[in-house]
């Protein structure tokens, strides 16, 4: 444990966590006041933020507990926005940190040589990155507190919840993270889309260039290591009218079964009858990193043999071009 308390750094880690459903013109507000102290600002759509306070802490003389009251009584009298702020050495800490908080806002600061003793008792579900099917998982083996997690092997763990999941879980528990917190301002969405040949009333049709649109924008993200947060699909009709509908992902994804999931329900919300289609557009909303977000385990074995054979299919894609492999029913819409 001592080892894992020297990679502990100082505590120096912002997150600030908003209010749930915070506009995201508020939300960029809300960033803007995290710039005015520290130049370094990782937004997290759609309601939270990272800042690292290392330069700011010499620049303003004071300590990151007062730097996070100041954020919030200026969040508060600018925007009306009560925010949480965890601080912490690391960004796991930081925001376990700022989910522990109670509502409607507060600051929380755990100092690098109280890391462990606080994460220890807490829930392991309270660690941050840790999701419910991980939480129950380890709850089934007895491991339900933070400072169980961390006492128990790597290896154990591993077999668990799987390896990569495993071993940050552990090293998280006993304070190790060592990811740094990366400028990045509010991400950009990305859109694909398919133009009818001549207008269409065929559902099998539209569901068919639908999915094609589900793999083309899911090997988009996973070729640019990114994950959506939402989706939105836009319907033209002939005549020029337009229908369009944006609904939020359970988890950020960039898998065609969670894309194409959330796609369906798009299409089956427009309630298309005699709707004469001209063309359909699909589009990833709040783009984000893949390593910036937890991966859920999904302890499903189909679901985890379907996302191996869509990593093969990607590097068939690559290798011999887009339209080398994919579903049958994408297929048949194009013969």
């Given at each position: 444990?001592?080892?894992?308390?020297?990679?502990?750094?100082?505590?120096?880690?912002?997150?600030?966590?908003?209010?749930?459903?915070?506009?995201?013109?508020?939300?960029?507000?809300?960033?803007?006041?995290?710039?005015?102290?520290?130049?370094?600002?990782?937004?997290?759509?759609?309601?939270?933020?990272?800042?690292?306070?290392?330069?700011?802490?010499l620049y303003h003389g004071a300590d990151a507990r007062h730097l996070g009251e100041v954020l919030r009584v200026r969040t508060l009298s600018r925007l009306g926005v009560d925010v949480r702020v965890g601080i912490g050495p690391?960004?796991?800490?930081?925001?376990?940190?700022?989910a522990q908080i109670d509502a409607p806002g507060g600051v929380l600061a755990v100092e690098r040589e109280?890391?462990?003793?606080?994460?220890?008792?807490?829930?392991?579900?309270?660690?941050?990155?840790?999701?419910?099917?991980?939480?129950?998982?380890?709850r089934e083996y007895g491991v339900h507190c933070v400072d169980l997690l961390a006492t128990i092997p790597a290896a154990t763990v591993q077999r668990l919840l799987g390896g990569t999941a495993g071993r940050i879980a552990v090293d998280r528990a006993r304070g190790i993270d060592p990811r740094p917190v990366a400028p990045r301002a509010l991400?950009?969405?990305?859109?694909?889309?398919?133009?009818?040949?001549?207008?269409?009333?065929?559902?099998?049709?539209?569901r068919?260039?639908?999915?094609?649109?589900?793999?083309?924008?899911?090997?988009?993200?996973?070729?640019?290591?990114?994950?959506?947060?939402?989706?939105?699909?836009?319907?033209?009709?002939s005549g020029g009218t337009s229908w369009e509908k944006t609904r939020r992902l359970p988890e950020a994804s960039a898998h065609e079964d969670d894309l194409r999931t959330m796609a369906y329900r798009l299409i089956d919300a427009a309630?298309?009858?005699?709707?004469?289609?001209?063309?359909?557009?699909?589009?990833?909303?709040?783009?984000?990193?893949a390593d910036q977000v937890a991966e859920q385990i999904s302890l499903d074995r189909a679901r985890e043999d379907r996302l191996v054979a869509e990593a093969v299919s990607d590097r068939i894609r690559r290798k011999f071009g887009p339209g080398a492999i994919g579903p049958a029913a994408a297929f048949r819409r194009a013969s």
């Open positions: 444990m001592a080892a894992a308390e020297a990679q502990v750094r100082v505590a120096s880690v912002m997150h600030v966590r908003c209010p749930d459903r915070l506009p995201e013109d508020v939300f960029r507000q809300v960033l803007e006041q995290c710039a005015e102290l520290s130049s370094t600002v990782q937004a997290l759509p759609p309601a939270a933020a990272l800042v690292e306070l290392k330069g700011a802490l690391t960004i796991t800490v930081a925001a376990t940190a700022s109280e890391v462990l003793d606080w994460l220890g008792p807490l829930p392991v579900e309270a660690l941050h990155g840790i999701g419910p099917k991980q939480a129950a998982a380890l991400p950009a969405s990305t859109s694909v889309r398919h133009t009818f040949g001549r207008h269409t009333l065929d559902g099998a049709q539209v068919g260039a639908l999915l094609e649109l589900v793999v083309r924008l899911g090997l988009r993200l996973r070729d640019r290591g990114q994950v959506a947060r939402g989706l939105t699909l836009a319907l033209r009709f309630g298309l009858q005699r709707g004469r289609l001209t063309g359909l557009v699909l589009r990833g909303e709040d783009l984000v990193d």
